[in-house]
Nanobody, 124 residues
């Protein structure tokens, strides 16, 4: 079992920045690919970014490329999502997830463990 806890969400003005954290406990976190997803009210959960456990391979949704950066610190069992140049359309609940995979994954169903989410609200 892997337990995931997200933090760092909040209210931010358009153009601002936030850093989300996903901290894990349980099994060897370093062997899991970790992804970030988001879900806005009335919409499906969508892929944001993911990073593999080996080699630091990453993947981003086109809508966030150049604005969001995913990074991991296996020693701290934490994955970060640095968010900059935020837009109102980035408003959503953000979830991190973990999967026993060596490559970044983009499909929610491919992940085994999920956190409870953290809310990000961007106002103009």
């Amino acid at each position: 079992q892997v337990q995931l806890v997200e933090s760092g969400g909040g209210l931010v003005q358009a153009g601002g920045s936030l850093r989300l954290s996903c901290t894990a406990s349980g099994r060897t976190f370093g062997r899991y690919t970790v992804g970030w997803f988001r879900q806005a009210p009335g919409k499906e959960r969508e892929f944001v970014a993911a990073i593999s456990w080996i080699g630091g391979r990453d993947s981003y949704a086109d809508s966030v490329k150049g604005r969001l950066t995913i990074a991991r610190d296996n020693a701290r069992a934490t994955v970060y999502l640095q968010m900059s140049s935020l837009k109102p359309e980035d408003t959503a609940a953000y979830y991190c997830a973990a999967a026993a995979s060596v490559v970044p994954l983009r499909i929610p169903g491919e992940y085994d463990y999920w956190g409870q989410g953290t809310q990000v609200t961007v106002f103009s």
